[in-house]
């Protein structure tokens, strides 16, 4: 590989800058200059690896005062994930050159990559008094806002988010940051303002930016949304707007209009997604439990076929596709197709949880085969003891077999992890008290089943 001239002096010019002027020579008679002009050119050509880590330490054996092995072996350690010695490498270079603004930016920039933006924004405020030209823009800008917004300056915070972007209006996280601190501070005229800047933005990345208005989203309660709600609509809109066919957006749009009721709205986003993301599981999930909600036991079985052909026996897909499957047969009525759907889930995955209950239970109310779902149901409470669910079924089982004594503690645990409020489970609980003979505390849980009903 050629390695050209125009490309060889950006290299020098670059080293030139950290370079100490004096030159080292070796018992060799090869300077370490000029080794590490040599590891430098490799780098350009080759990248970081180990050897480069490897030969910069041997620099360093050879010669321990030059400050720019220090910081080419901090680079060299970074980029190899080695980020503690990083660190040590990159302060070192520092501490031996503290009037080197390219040292203090490469620990800047580490400890800003490391989550550590108050080290970074010490370093960065000191450059910035010392360089402002260099140092002010909107990263540096913003990153020292977002650590004043931490330590409750927000004044001083919206200065320098409102000063990142007269040098770059559309940098998304001074945006986001200015909007937090409307949000923040109940100015939420100015809130919904500020943030249309950032939902209307083509260039920023799709993904964040549902993630961010679905985080808005979450904390709106139903008085928020009776007084801001054609912002809040507009917010979304305008994600979609700008996103027509990303599937975060899509799929934004499809949960906020179908939680806050506007379920035709819901269906055309989420049918979007799907016309577009054919192949993909999550949008045949999503239609499958919208045929859930609507009771639409048919168009569950065609959706959940769909999926099993998509999925192509991958176990994540085909199981909750073939319980489901079986769930709607037994509802249908035809419990041999279930059943039938059953085994071929437990086949796959034997230990499979909500087939293992569910085929225990529907064994139990016909009354047949109550040894194999008694065993069925046993693997469950022994893999989900505090499962109320999974409590219930297996006492019930316990009960129709007699066992009435067993069963008691089941349905008692059940009751404290949220089968109190199950009428179900509070109606097989009184069965087993009446067994028992405890008719008091029996009339008193079937009672409590009614009105929970």
Same mark, same amino acid.
């Given at each position: %590989?050629?390695?050209?001239?125009?490309?060889?002096?950006?290299?020098?010019?670059? #080293?030139?800058?950290?370079?100490?002027?004096?030159?080292?020579?070796?018992?060799k008679?090869?300077?370490?200059?000029?080794?590490?002009?040599e590891?430098?050119?490799? /780098?350009?050509l080759?990248?970081?690896?180990?050897?480069?880590?490897?030969?910069?330490?041997?620099?360093?054996?050879?010669?321990?005062?030059?400050?720019?092995?220090?910081?080419?072996?901090?680079?060299?350690?970074?980029?190899?994930?080695? %980020?503690?010695a990083?660190?040590?490498?990159?302060?070192?270079?520092c !501490?031996?050159?503290?009037?080197?603004?390219?040292?203090?930016?490469?620990?800047?920039?580490? *400890?800003?990559?490391?989550?550590?933006?108050?080290d970074?924004c010490?370093?960065?405020?000191?450059?910035?008094?010392? &360089?402002?030209?260099?140092?002010?823009?909107?990263?540096?800008?913003s990153?020292?806002a977002?650590?004043?917004?931490?330590?409750?300056k927000? +004044?001083?915070?919206?200065e320098?988010?409102?000063?990142?972007?007269?040098?770059?209006p559309?940098?998304?996280?001074?945006? @986001?940051?200015?909007?937090?601190? *409307?949000?923040?501070?109940?100015?939420?005229?100015?809130?919904?303002?500020? /943030?249309?800047?950032? !939902?209307?933005? =083509?260039? /920023?990345?799709? *993904?964040?930016?549902?993630? *961010?208005? &679905?985080?808005?989203?979450?904390?709106?309660?139903?008085?928020?949304?009776?007084v801001?709600?054609?912002? @809040?609509?507009?917010?979304?809109?305008?994600?979609?707007?700008?996103?027509? +066919?990303?599937?975060?957006?899509?799929?934004?749009?499809?949960?906020?209009?179908?939680? !806050?009721g &506007?379920?035709?709205?819901?269906?055309?986003?989420?049918?979007?997604?799907?016309?577009?993301?054919?192949?993909?599981m999550?949008?045949?999930? /999503?239609? #499958?439990?919208? @045929?859930?909600?609507?009771?639409d036991?048919?168009?569950?079985?065609?959706?959940?076929r769909?999926?099993?052909?998509?999925?192509?026996?991958?176990?994540?897909?085909? #199981?909750?596709?073939?319980?489901?499957?079986g769930?709607?047969?037994?509802?249908l009525?035809?419990?041999?197709?279930?059943?039938?759907c059953?085994?071929?889930?437990?086949?796959?995955?034997?230990?499979?949880?909500?087939?293992?209950?569910?085929?225990?239970?529907?064994?139990?109310?016909?009354?047949?085969r109550?040894?194999?779902?008694?065993?069925?149901?046993?693997?469950?409470?022994?893999k989900? =003891?505090?499962n109320?669910?999974?409590?219930?079924?297996?006492?019930?089982?316990?009960h129709?077999?007699?066992?009435?004594?067993?069963?008691?503690?089941?349905?008692?645990?059940?009751?404290?992890?949220?089968?109190?409020?199950?009428s179900?489970?509070?109606?097989?609980?009184?069965?087993?008290?009446?067994?028992?003979?405890?008719?008091?505390?029996?009339?008193?849980?079937s009672?409590?089943?009614?009105?929970?009903?």
């Amino acid at each position: %590989m050629r390695f050209g001239m125009k490309k060889l002096f950006t290299v020098l010019a670059a #080293l030139a800058l950290v370079l100490p002027a004096r030159a080292y020579q070796t018992s060799k008679g090869v300077s370490v200059e000029n080794s590490l002009l040599e590891i430098v050119k490799n /780098i350009s050509l080759f990248g970081y690896n180990e050897r480069t880590s490897e030969s910069l330490r041997n620099l360093v054996k050879r010669d321990s005062t030059n400050d720019a092995v220090f910081f080419y072996l901090g680079k060299s350690e970074y980029a190899n994930g080695d %980020m503690a010695a990083a660190e040590e490498h990159f302060k070192k270079a520092c !501490t031996m050159d503290p009037s080197n603004d390219d040292y203090a930016e490469e620990l800047a920039g580490f *400890y800003a990559m490391a989550g550590r933006s108050a080290d970074a924004c010490d370093i960065y405020f000191r450059l910035l008094e010392k &360089n402002p030209l260099r140092y002010r823009n909107a990263y540096t800008l913003s990153l020292l806002a977002d650590q004043q917004m931490r330590d409750r300056k927000d +004044s001083l915070a919206l200065e320098n988010y409102e000063a990142a972007l007269l040098f770059d209006p559309h940098y998304a996280p001074a945006i @986001l940051g200015r909007s937090e601190i *409307y949000r923040m501070h109940g100015n939420l005229p100015a809130f919904f303002t500020t /943030i249309k800047d950032f !939902t209307t933005d =083509p260039d /920023i990345n799709p *993904y964040p930016k549902c993630e *961010y208005v &679905n985080s808005i989203l979450d904390r709106v309660d139903s008085r928020s949304y009776q007084v801001w709600q054609s912002q @809040l609509d507009s917010m979304v809109m305008d994600c979609v707007r700008t996103h027509p +066919s990303d599937s975060s957006a899509l799929k934004l749009a499809g949960r906020w209009f179908y939680r !806050t009721g &506007n379920e035709k709205k819901a269906a055309k986003y989420f049918d979007e997604f799907l016309r577009s993301y054919p192949t993909s599981m999550e949008p045949h999930f /999503i239609r #499958l439990q919208l @045929l859930a909600a609507a009771d639409d036991t048919h168009g569950m079985i065609s959706e959940c076929r769909s999926i099993l052909n998509l999925a192509d026996g991958a176990e994540e897909y085909f #199981l909750p596709a073939m319980s489901t499957l079986g769930d709607c047969y037994y509802e249908l009525g035809d419990k041999k197709e279930a059943f039938k759907c059953y085994d071929k889930a437990l086949k796959k995955n034997p230990d499979y949880l909500p087939v293992l209950n569910n085929y225990a239970y529907y064994l139990s109310l016909l009354g047949k085969r109550l040894g194999k779902a008694l065993k069925m149901s046993l693997k469950t409470v022994e893999k989900e =003891p505090d499962n109320p669910t999974y409590l219930d079924t297996y006492g019930w089982l316990l009960h129709l077999c007699g066992k009435d004594k067993e069963a008691k503690p089941y349905f008692k645990h059940a009751l404290l992890y949220g089968g109190n409020e199950n009428s179900e489970v509070l109606h097989h609980y009184s069965e087993v008290l009446r067994a028992l003979g405890e008719n008091d505390l029996a009339d008193y849980y079937s009672d409590l089943s009614k009105r929970k009903k």
